[in-house]
């Protein structure tokens, strides 16, 4: 369960990056089914004013001894240094020990991997310290090209923004998309930019960068069923098929046929999280024809089969 989270601010704290973690984590919802969080922010001097990178100075209300019995510790991005106080590298490595998860946006992952927390293991922090962050942790296995990394009981993030992407990530993991959906509709994101819910590297779905192919693909995903091909879609785009194609690969990141079948996948997830159907109804409802397909596409993408995620995440009563 995901009841009790601890964020840990040090000098220098990014307020954007503390109030992506609080906005997840730290406002009353249970007026829209969001169960309530026992939320509170810690540091090395509670009471006492930290001063931000952006001209401002905020208070931890809370000392290290709340990591104790934390489910999740949070880490937001602090300005890049040699050297962490040692009480909070000593909390984090007994919070990792009896099993609390660990979250950090963007710079956090210093922390971590200054806590010896990242060797041998799949990570990511923002691509502008890509190169520092090799240096000082040459055994993590940084991968500075996705938007979060989730590898079990540590999930870290990218710059700014993939905070938001790690937070619900986790949040779905943990509690299920409803309550995901839910935080994201208030929060007027997108609930779901993930290809799934893994336990290793997950690269999010491609967003469209720019209006020309919204409409198409707004029409693809309310169409999922029926056939999708470049020389149709091109012709409902008023482009030659070569420009579509070529267009359709800059702004989503793919190609037409990838981007319909993780749709696919997508919706099929929530079919299972959200209804009984069996996996053949699923299947065609989807997109994807036989249970077969469905199947094969998505272990491919999810990492499990639909039975097995199903048995996780419904919500269907």
């Not at 989270?5 to 990014?14: R, S, T």
């Not at 100075?57 to 104790?68: F, M, N, T």
């Not at 922390?111 to 942790?137: I, M, N, S």
């Not at 996948?265 to 077969?292: C, K, N, Y």
Request: glycine residues 6%.
């Amino acid at each position: 369960m995901l009841e009790k989270i601890a964020v840990v601010l040090m000098e220098d704290v990014a307020m954007f990056e503390f109030g992506v973690v609080s906005e997840v984590f730290g406002l009353d919802r249970t007026d829209d089914g969001v169960p309530a969080f026992d939320f509170k922010v810690c540091s090395t001097t509670p009471g006492q004013p930290l001063r931000s990178s952006s001209h401002s100075a905020v208070i931890a209300p809370y000392g290290l001894e709340e990591l104790e019995d934390a489910d999740l510790v949070a880490l937001p991005a602090t300005t890049w240094r040699e050297e962490y106080d040692e009480r909070i590298l000593e909390a984090l490595r007994r919070a990792e020990a009896r099993g609390a998860i660990l979250l950090t946006v963007c710079s956090g992952a210093f922390v971590l991997g200054k806590a010896g927390l990242l060797d041998g293991r799949p990570c990511t922090t923002h691509w502008r310290y890509e190169k520092k962050f090799q240096e000082q942790f040459p055994l993590a296995k940084l991968d500075a090209d996705v938007l979060f990394v989730d590898d079990g009981n540590i999930i870290t993030s990218a710059g700014t923004a993939a905070g938001i992407d790690a937070c619900l990530h986790l949040v779905r993991r943990e509690l299920g998309s409803a309550v995901a959906t839910r935080i994201a509709r208030r929060m007027v994101v997108p609930p779901q930019r993930d290809g799934g819910q893994r336990q290793y590297v997950d690269v999010p779905v491609p967003e469209s960068s720019s209006e020309s192919m919204q409409p198409v693909l707004d029409w693809m995903v309310d169409n999922l069923t029926i056939e999708h091909t470049v020389p149709a879609l091109a012709r409902r785009a008023q482009m030659s098929e070569r420009t579509f194609a070529r267009r359709f690969v800059a702004e989503t990141g793919t190609t037409p046929l990838k981007w319909v079948t993780t749709q696919r996948v997508l919706r099929a997830r929530t079919l299972l999280e959200q209804t009984r159907m069996g996996i053949e109804q699923i299947a065609s409802e989807s997109g994807f024809g036989t249970a077969a397909l469905l199947r094969h596409h998505f272990r491919r993408v999810v990492g499990v089969p639909p039975q097995d995620y199903r048995r996780t995440f419904q919500t269907a009563s």
